[in-house]
Nanobody, 122 residues
């Protein structure tokens, strides 16, 4: 299996924090870039954050300053720390191995996870 596996979603209140995990199978993790995307019902999928394997990161405008992407090479895992959550952050969050080309995160075919639901509601 080469698909990433996400976990950590749930129901939280506005202002709360949540950490999502994305385990990426395989031996190439140290040379792979990974991104988190989200999609809410009726909306287009959007990039949340991307992390190049060299350490450079990129964030969507709506999450800058609130979300942090990081990785643990010993666990083949990429994390998305989400702080100060808002109701508009409610979505299905999925991770993917990507190619970062001129600042654009292009998902690699077959390297998408199934996603984890995040619901922010009082």
């Amino acid at each position: 299996q080469v698909q990433p596996v996400e976990s950590g979603g749930g129901l939280v209140q506005p202002g709360d924090s949540l950490r999502l995990s994305c385990v990426v199978p395989g031996r190439a993790f140290s040379r792979e870039s990974v991104a988190w995307f989200r999609q809410a019902p009726g909306k287009e999928r959007e990039l949340v954050a991307a992390l190049h394997f060299t350490g450079n990161s990129k964030y969507g405008d709506s999450v800058k300053g609130r979300f942090t992407i990081s990785r643990d090479g010993t666990k083949n895992t990429v994390y998305l720390q989400m702080d100060s959550l808002k109701s508009e952050d409610t979505a299905n969050y999925s991770c993917a191995v990507v190619a970062l080309v001129s600042g654009t995160a292009i998902p690699i075919r077959g390297r998408w996870g199934r996603g984890t639901q995040v619901t922010v509601s009082s």
